[in-house]
């Protein structure tokens, strides 16, 4: 995390909503890699702007795309239009003056209604919003920073570029200039702007043309921007995989481009399945790629000032004509980029393993935070999709303790009122790799799946057992009976379930390794899939009713149900070794397609799962099967 908070106010509500689902696995603890292990190193070129936590502005310069600016070139370029053809043809059509197209404001939120409409600014692809002043020169890149006339950080101050067509948000505000930016691409539109780059002195002018004590006439300055050529910027971005030990394409993400400086108007567009990408539009001068983070699968969010909605992207690379189509490597080092591309691919690997199995149901348009924290954890609380959690109930200032370890970076969040800006997802990584990481995005994941599935009903009902285990004892799982049958049920399911799908989607992408070695053998959240139920000594198939809820985390009976039937892998007896069932006992084999489609709001426990298999009747899932199996399990 960055060493400067940039939002220091908390709410202890929002706090323990925020982790409901942490799922923290100690056996995928990994040895953290340092560079050294790197068996590829990054051959991309290396910015001349140092990269940071912190956002650094150096001096301001003058605005080339002011009105006033913009008309002084135009004068300019009138003055010598006798001087050469090309520059009386640009301006043929030329109007007298130009009018303003866009207006460069500051604006000073103060409560949450400003923060809504900054959102709505946020969102409008017409509207480029910063966080940082558009025409400051930047000294070393980074996601942090905090304008200096912000009072309270809790209503960061930002900067927008904002159409004429477009009325200005109520929000307080300074117009700093009126602005003049070029719709089109023509001879008139890039000789107009170049020639107010040069008049102001913009440093990404000069370097294009190659100047740098030198001193040219205004017409020998104009034939040299007429000499200027386009470029279309374009690269490649990979992330480095420690598993694999090389790169791997940061694909299907989104990226923008803008100009060095004065970045009033952004371009979008996508790199594909390779990390390939072509930007929409050609430019003359240097550029710089950010990532967005605002991906079809998850808005990723990092820092104080990202999670109130403000967008921040992260700088990539820079490109201009002698400097163009290179490949950008992401590695281990830069730990917060690395942590979100890692995690994006998660999300890749996730949705690519679910239209496999033909589930239609995706992680998609999820918020997400990601920290760098001492300890691995993952919760999937579902606050952007379903505000039900978010109460007042002061049984939530008992996470403190509980949440001590990883709690430390949602200190930094503001007292947030605006329900989609609460997240779906968070992660907190202390081990740089790619697996681990791999692993929680898998579990957390499921669950999202799982909610939508479900629904909110019964995702706010799991959530208060989990809640209500924790304010009790400090563990949100206990022993399956906690805080009643019921509860440890609806446990039982949710996390056997994400423990299942984690296993399955492990194996699938992964060579087998410790703690994979045996994939039905693997220990998710300390729970064994071989081992049911009641590893800690509580045996219901001893209790007098044989029907009620029963039975501990599922994933083994997942697995049971979705695997080959009559396999070889049998399941451990409670809280022993010994296989309780012989090899005609799992006659039964259901796809993942149609376990999650049973997983509506209805199914609770086993007892309900094996309700709902008996219904839709599968060709090997026959109801005397289904009985057979589920008994083994003591359902």
Request: one cysteine or more; a negative charge; charged letters at 20%.
């Amino acid at each position: 995390m960055n060493t400067k908070k940039t939002v220091k106010k908390v709410i202890p509500i929002l706090l323990g909503v925020s982790m409901i689902f942490s799922c923290n696995d100690p056996l995928l603890e990994e040895e953290v890699l340092t560079n050294e292990k790197l068996s590829i190193q990054n051959t991309s070129k290396v910015s001349d702007v140092p990269q940071g936590d912190q956002l650094i502005l150096g001096e301001r310069f003058e605005n080339p795309f002011s009105v006033k600016n913009i008309n002084v070139a135009l004068q300019t370029l009138r003055d010598h239009q006798n001087e050469d053809e090309r520059i009386s043809e640009a301006l043929k059509n030329a109007p007298a003056n130009v009018e303003k197209t866009h207006s460069y404001m500051k604006f000073f939120p103060s409560n949450d209604t400003h923060l809504e409409l900054m959102l709505q600014m946020v969102n409008n692809e017409e509207v480029t919003v910063s966080a940082y002043p558009m025409d400051y020169q930047i000294i070393q890149f980074g996601e942090d920073y905090t304008d200096s006339d912000t009072t309270n950080e809790n209503y960061p101050v930002f900067y927008a570029s904002i159409p004429t067509h477009i009325d200005i948000p109520n929000i307080p505000n300074q117009e700093i200039a009126e602005l003049y930016l070029p719709k089109g691409d023509t001879m008139f539109d890039n000789l107009l702007e170049d020639m107010s780059r040069y008049l102001v002195n913009d440093p990404a002018i000069l370097e294009a043309m190659e100047l740098d004590s030198e001193k040219l006439s205004i017409f020998g300055a104009i034939l040299k921007l007429l000499g200027l050529s386009k470029y279309t910027p374009k690269g490649n971005i990979q992330v480095y995989d420690t598993d694999k030990m090389s790169y791997v394409p940061f694909k299907n993400a989104q990226l923008s481009i803008s100009f060095t400086m004065f970045p009033f108007i952004k371009y979008t567009f996508k790199t594909d399945q390779n990390g390939n990408y072509v930007s929409p539009k050609d430019f003359r001068i240097k550029t710089y790629v950010h990532s967005t983070w605002r991906n079809q699968s998850a808005t990723i969010r990092t820092t104080g000032i990202q999670v109130t909605g403000l967008h921040v992207s992260t700088y990539f690379v820079d490109l201009y004509s002698k400097y163009n189509n290179k490949t950008t490597y992401i590695n281990t080092s830069d730990r917060s980029k690395w942590n979100k591309c890692t995690t994006h691919l998660g999300f890749e690997k996730f949705n690519d393993y679910l239209d496999e199995n033909d589930i239609t149901t995706k992680v998609a348009n999820a918020n997400v935070w990601v920290f760098a924290k001492p300890s691995n954890s993952g919760a999937a609380p579902m606050l952007n999709k379903y505000t039900w959690s978010v109460t007042m109930n002061t049984l939530y200032t008992s996470w403190f303790g509980w949440l001590s370890p990883i709690s430390v970076p949602l200190t930094a969040i503001l007292n947030l009122t605006l329900s989609h800006l609460y997240p779906d997802l968070i992660f907190n990584y202390n081990s740089v790799d790619t697996k681990v990481i791999d692993s929680y995005v898998f579990h957390e994941s499921t669950h999202y799946i799982h909610a939508l599935k479900a629904g909110g009903g019964f995702w706010s009902r799991l959530v208060r057992r989990e809640t209500d285990n924790i304010v009790a004892s400090g563990d949100p799982y206990l022993d399956g009976t906690q805080p009643s049958t019921y509860g440890g049920q609806l446990i039982a399911l949710a996390e056997g379930y994400a423990n299942y799908m984690e296993a399955k989607i492990i194996s699938h992408y992964y060579t087998p390794t410790a703690p994979h070695t045996d994939p039905e053998a693997v220990a998710m959240d300390n729970f064994i899939m071989k081992d049911t139920p009641y590893t800690n000594g509580i045996d219901f198939n001893s209790m007098a009713n044989p029907t009620g809820y029963q039975g501990w985390f599922l994933a083994g009976l997942f697995w049971d149900i979705s695997d080959d039937s009559m396999d070889t892998t049998r399941r451990h007896a409670s809280g022993g070794t010994t296989d309780i069932n012989d090899p005609n006992t799992d006659n039964v084999y259901v796809t993942e397609k149609d376990i999650f489609n049973l997983l509506n709001g209805q199914v609770e426990s086993g007892t309900d799962l094996k309700n709902a298999l008996y219904t839709k009747n599968f060709l090997f899932a026959k109801p005397n099967d289904v009985k057979e199996l589920f008994e083994a399990y003591g359902y």
